[in-house]
């Protein structure tokens, strides 16, 4: 199989084995920018998927480039949580100019620890989906990337890890914003209550999940990392891309609460 093209937003298709049809294309109001999920690019899209042109992977990767800039600290080796940061860490360790190295490695025998009814269990759970390749980092300090932190039990248990088998210390930095809001577009996010940046342990994160600091990448940095190509590729051929002006065609509610649509209840 290959990569043909996206399917435009309101756009029906038909696929038969002579060729792809557009039926027809559901037309947004005038003005209306598009509002593409932004979270498809920081956390629930694979790697390898392609949107608006570019790849998942890359953009995971400027995420990370993005976040040294913001958030440099000193330490001495990059890693990560396996395996859904991985791009971004890589991007980190680049632009920090510090070695990547694994610090963890999956127990594949172990189930999802989110479906597990209480939070012990998801805890003890976590603990146990991950060895720990302490020749690596003992005596050292490390930064480990992570693409979001959402409720904040499942980091500290991996941060307890880490220092139990000699990390020096450990910073965590996180390739994506707070997430603050609900989304009601069909994401299924937490509760506002849920969600740990609306918490009163925000406030000292850091001491809350055990780490030496945590800093989250800014929603510019994340706009501008998702939007980086897209303009470059608009700026060499404007005739065929579509305006990515304003908002740029990207759904940040999750992050700023400024949903794309007027809600009714």
Same mark, same amino acid.
């Given at each position: 199989?290959?990569?043909?093209?996206?399917?435009?937003?309101?756009?029906?298709?038909?696929?038969?084995?002579?060729?792809?049809?557009?039926?027809?294309?559901?037309?947004?109001?005038?003005?209306?920018?598009?509002?593409?999920?932004?979270?498809?690019?920081?956390?629930?899209?694979?790697?390898?998927?392609?949107?608006?042109?570019?790849?998942?992977?890359?953009?995971?990767?400027?995420?990370?480039?993005?976040?040294?800039?913001?958030?440099?600290?000193?330490?001495?080796?990059?890693?990560?949580? $396996? *395996?859904?940061?991985?791009? @971004?860490?890589?991007?980190? =360790?680049?632009?920090?100019?510090?070695?990547? +190295? &694994?610090? #963890?490695?999956?127990?594949?025998?172990?189930?999802?620890?989110?479906?597990?009814?209480?939070?012990?269990?998801?805890?003890?759970?976590?603990?146990?989906?991950?060895?720990?390749?302490?020749?690596?980092?003992?005596?050292?300090?490390?930064?480990?990337?992570?693409?979001?932190?959402?409720?904040?039990?499942?980091?500290?248990?991996?941060?307890?890890?880490?220092?139990?088998?000699?990390?020096?210390?450990?910073?965590?930095?996180?390739?994506?914003?707070?997430?603050?809001?609900?989304?009601?577009?069909?994401?299924?996010?937490?509760?506002?209550?849920?969600?740990?940046?609306?918490? $009163? *342990?925000?406030?000292?994160? @850091?001491?809350?999940?055990? =780490?030496?600091?945590?800093?989250?990448?800014? +929603? &510019?940095? #994340?706009?501008?990392?998702?939007?980086?190509?897209?303009?470059?590729?608009?700026?060499?051929?404007?005739?065929?891309?579509?305006?990515?002006?304003?908002?740029?065609?990207?759904?940040?509610?999750?992050?700023?609460?400024?949903?794309?649509?007027?809600?009714?209840?």
């Amino acid at each position: 199989s290959r990569y043909y093209r996206e399917v435009l937003p309101g756009e029906i298709v038909k696929i038969s084995r002579h060729d792809v049809q557009t039926l027809d294309v559901v037309r947004r109001p005038e003005g209306d920018p598009s509002a593409f999920c932004i979270f498809e690019y920081v956390y629930f899209a694979r790697p390898d998927s392609i949107f608006e042109g570019q790849m998942v992977y890359s953009v995971r990767r400027r995420c990370g480039q993005q976040l040294a800039i913001e958030a440099p600290v000193e330490a001495d080796l990059v890693s990560t949580v $396996p *395996e859904s940061a991985t791009p @971004a860490a890589l991007g980190y =360790a680049q632009k920090c100019g510090l070695p990547y +190295v &694994e610090v #963890l490695c999956k127990n594949r025998y172990v189930g999802r620890t989110f479906i597990q009814p209480n939070m012990r269990l998801r805890q003890l759970g976590v603990a146990k989906k991950f060895g720990v390749l302490s020749d690596n980092f003992k005596g050292k300090r490390v930064v480990i990337i992570d693409d979001s932190i959402v409720r904040g039990n499942t980091i500290s248990p991996i941060i307890k890890l880490l220092r139990e088998s000699g990390a020096k210390e450990v910073h965590i930095r996180v390739a994506s914003p707070p997430i603050r809001f609900p989304c009601y577009m069909g994401i299924n996010i937490p509760t506002k209550e849920e969600l740990i940046a609306n918490r $009163p *342990e925000f406030h000292d994160l @850091a001491n809350y999940i055990g =780490a030496d600091s945590v800093v989250y990448l800014s +929603v &510019e940095g #994340l706009v501008s990392s998702v939007q980086e190509s897209i303009k470059a590729r608009q700026d060499n051929n404007p005739k065929t891309q579509k305006s990515f002006t304003g908002k740029l065609g990207h759904c940040i509610a999750c992050l700023t609460g400024d949903y794309p649509v007027e809600l009714e209840w």
